[in-house]
């Protein structure tokens, strides 16, 4: 049976910094056994996602929750509370409903302080691990049967009513997200006609929208190194563009650090024009992705082709020109001699910067893409390397298994962004001494993962900012350096050293705080804003050469509302306990963020949110930063606009509920239905209350807050409804742990500022 293992090292092809704490993967253990009512349990949970997944496209996580119930079991349920209409909400009540919260989820909360869970939802992972381990011939040698028959229910669970497949699992079918699942089914071992009439309805899908020659162009990247593409059907990717000096804005070293990570090795394996192994499911496939016969393409008009169900982004004129002139002008030069002797330089380039990617994230690599890619690479470079053996077991770090099947994560887990929200939510409800255990293990973790070196050598050579000091966002051993993570991270270590050593454990040392804080100031950008990993290092223009039709905003890094007001927050909160190191700095950062914040609102009042969904989560941060920098209510136009958008979005019944569709379309878009969202609810509520809602009318808190404790389910935990994340403007992301952490915040915040404040 499939078990969770918290911190699991145990390969001698296995890297860490810390014993690897934080790390959580799923293993087959044909060894243990279950009860009879536990594979029940499982089965049943399976069985009812399956009958419902057109309806529910979210897993609840349950296989997770149903290891810990049993390992951790919470001793005693309290009664479940509900609050009708007619009555108030009473502070026994929400202590209550806190409390049944909290006894949860201290028991799914890992033994090394963090809190597991699905960090699923893009659909286009997967497939890129599949296609590599198949090329590689590793795929049996690293996917057990279960593994495989795991990620075989994942792909038909989450295939569209239509046939084809998303982009992320709530999203219509795309040519991208159809192509390359059907293919991934295929080379896991089903067949043309296998899962009852799906793959059927799949490859009809295909076909019914123009055949793979439509796909966008990573997916023609995948399906050119499986074989089943022809390079000549690509828009060029020279690694040359490595060799170009520095100061040019088109250098790669200035885009955004997981563009150029992802680009990095498709360079390389579009300047080598690998193919893998023509095996006999290729052949097939080139048979069965097309409209006409393979050798019939016409590879250079596919080149621009793009169905327009993916089209998020589509091609400028001036792109389309550049890579007609790349691919009749230079590549035919590069490709042979003497031209050829750069190319191999270039290749050569390309590969040494793969490889510190991979050593200095202990081969977890930044993300899946680049992860499956440099994979790749290392093994096209030598397949017998150390560095593809090292690769290997890092693969299970991006597996997460629930009931809809298993899946390739967005990252190796939110660990760190996790736990630090979730100290910051136990701390808000006042409930420091009861649920003290909880938080030893949390700040534990937190102290463990913080990044203690910067990466070796030059850092200017390999394009990298300093890390030293800074939270990333899963685990010590990924290390990457992002500027909310370490301000979360940082915010939520002040407020666990102002609590006594006997509840919650030793605090950071102070140089310690000395070095997030300068890892924040040192990401400030000109405009006074915060990107995520870097300062913004070319300019916006750059957009126009976005290659990715699927994704929006991915060339540079831009600043975000959300990475400004953490860092406002946090160094708010640090002031306070350190008014004496580099107070003028720390002021003057202050000052600039504060007004990019109040520069980039909306003309409705909103922020738009680049990370969650979408203009409620933005909201949350623009009104927390501006109030932490001192702005006030009265004296803040930003934050009275601000507050009479959230208080125009909230639904008949107390709540808020906000669609992804926000994100994509840019415009505030409610949930099918105006259904509500127990996160969407519980920003608005940390919005207001932070606001001074309650000072001038506590009565729409009031019904947000009937809501969230109506909304808790018998065992303390709370529902998982649609999903909550994005990137790139278009494609969602799965946060499993929000659903508990914001109600569990929202409502500590109104039982102490707005309950008791109004009774003392």
């Given at each position: 049976?499939?078990?969770l ?25 044909p ?19 399956t009958?419902?997944?057109f ?15 049993k ?16 009555e108030?909400?009473?502070e ?21 302080g ?25 795929l ?6 279960e ?24 999203g219509?079918?795309t ?17 043309p ?16 929208h ?10 023609k ?33 200035r ?9 990095l090795?498709?360079?390389?394996l ?5 193919v893998g ?7 097939s ?19 621009n ?24 002008a230079a ?28 050593e ?25 390397s150390?560095?593809?053996?090292l ?27 996790d ?48 890390s ?17 993570c ?8 002040l ?20 070095d ?11 405009d006074?804003?915060?990107a ?6 070319s ?34 909160s ?20 504060t ?5 980039i609102?909306?003309?409705d ?5 680049s990370?969650?969904v ?35 979005k ?6 808020w ?30 919005a207001?209350?932070?606001a ?17 404790i ?6 303390g ?12 403007r ?20 109104y039982?102490c ?8």
């Amino acid at each position: 049976m499939w078990r969770l293992k918290i911190a699991a090292g145990g390969n001698p092809w296995l890297r860490t910094t810390n014993n690897h704490i934080g790390r959580q993967v799923w293993e087959f253990d044909p060894t243990l056994t279950l009860s009879p009512r536990e594979i029940e349990e499982i089965e049943n949970a399976r069985r009812n996602f399956t009958e419902n997944r057109f309806l529910f496209k979210h897993s609840a996580d349950l296989i997770m929750r149903m290891q810990f119930e049993k390992d951790n079991p919470v001793p005693e349920v309290l009664p479940q509370v509900k609050v009708k209409e007619s009555e108030e909400v009473t502070e026994e009540a929400v202590a209550a409903t806190l409390k049944r919260a909290l006894n949860f989820y201290s028991s799914i909360q890992a033994h090394d302080g963090h809190w597991p869970g699905d960090y699923g939802g893009p659909m286009f992972l997967l497939p890129g691990l599949v296609i590599t381990l198949s090329i590689t011939g590793a795929l049996n040698a690293v996917l057990s049967d279960e593994h495989k028959k795991e990620m075989i229910r994942y792909l038909y669970n989450h295939q569209n009513r239509d046939g084809g497949w998303g982009l992320h699992i709530e999203g219509p079918s795309t040519m991208f997200g159809s192509v390359l699942n059907y293919v991934s089914l295929r080379l896991l071992g089903e067949g043309p006609n296998d899962g009852d009439g799906a793959m059927d309805k799949g490859h009809d899908w295909i076909l019914n929208h123009g055949s793979a020659t439509m796909i966008t162009s990573w997916g023609k990247m995948w399906l050119s190194v499986l074989g089943v593409f022809e390079w000549s059907g690509n828009n060029p990717m020279p690694p040359e563009m490595w060799l170009l000096p520095y100061l040019l804005p088109v250098h790669p070293g200035r885009m955004w650090c997981h563009c150029r990570m992802v680009y990095l090795p498709m360079s390389y394996l579009y300047g080598k024009r690998f193919v893998g192994p023509i095996t006999p499911i290729v052949l097939s496939l080139r048979k069965e992705l097309f409209t006409v016969p393979y050798h019939e393409i016409d590879w250079n008009q596919a080149r621009n082709l793009c169905a327009k169900e993916d089209l998020y982004y589509p091609h400028p004129l001036v792109q389309d020109a550049l890579w007609a002139l790349l691919d009749k002008a230079a590549e035919p030069v590069l490709m042979h001699w003497p031209g050829k002797k750069l190319r191999e330089q270039a290749l050569h380039t390309a590969m040494e910067h793969m490889h510190y990617e991979d050593e200095n994230t202990r081969y977890i690599c930044i993300g899946p893409v680049n992860k499956v890619l440099n994979m790749l690479c290392c093994w096209v470079e030598d397949p017998n390397s150390e560095a593809f053996k090292l690769h290997l077991p890092r693969i299970q770090d991006y597996l997460w298994l629930a009931e809809d099947g298993m899946k390739m994560q967005g990252y190796n887990g939110s660990q760190l962004w996790d736990t630090s929200f979730a100290v910051q939510a136990i701390i808000s409800t006042k409930l420091v001494e009861e649920y003290g255990p909880t938080l030893r293990k949390a700040h534990a973790y937190i102290k463990n993962s913080q990044v203690l070196e910067d990466c070796p050598g030059d850092l200017s050579f390999w394009y990298r900012h300093i890390s030293k000091g800074a939270w990333p966002f899963s685990t010590a051993d990924h290390g990457w350096p992002i500027s909310d993570c370490t301000a979360e991270g940082l915010k939520a270590a002040l407020l666990l050293s102002k609590i006594t050593p006997e509840i919650v454990g030793e605090p950071l040392a102070a140089n310690r705080f000395y070095d997030a804080v300068n890892v924040i100031l040192s990401l400030q950008n000109g405009d006074g804003g915060f990107a995520t990993y870097e300062l913004t290092r070319s300019y916006s223009w750059l957009e126009l050469i976005n290659p990715a039709e699927t994704f929006g905003d991915i060339v540079i890094d831009y600043p975000y509302v959300e990475c400004t007001s953490a860092a406002i927050q946090a160094l708010v909160s640090f002031k306070k306990l350190y008014p004496g190191h580099r107070q003028e700095e720390i002021e003057r950062c202050i000052r600039k963020a504060t007004k990019f914040i109040e520069s980039i609102q909306e003309k409705d009042g909103s922020w738009y949110g680049s990370w969650g969904v979408c203009f409620t989560y933005g909201t949350w941060f623009g009104i927390n930063g501006l109030v932490a920098a001192g702005k006030f209510f009265n004296d803040n136009s930003s934050i009275r606009k601000a507050c009479d958008f959230l208080l125009s979005k909230q639904c008949s019944s107390g709540g808020w509920g906000e669609s992804y569709l926000s994100c994509q379309n840019k415009v505030y878009s409610n949930l099918e239905g105006n259904k509500t969202h127990v996160v969407n609810t519980a920003w608005a509520m940390l919005a207001l209350i932070e606001a001074g809602q309650a000072e001038r009318d506590p009565e729409p808190l009031h019904r947000a807050a009937r809501f969230l404790i109506n909304s808790q389910m018998e065992n303390g935990d709370f529902p998982q409804q649609e999903i909550m994340g994005v990137f790139n403007r278009n494609c969602m992301i799965t946060y499993a742990a929000y659903r508990d952490i914001f109600p569990i915040w929202a409502l500590g915040e109104y039982r102490c500022r707005v309950l008791q404040a109004k009774a003392s």
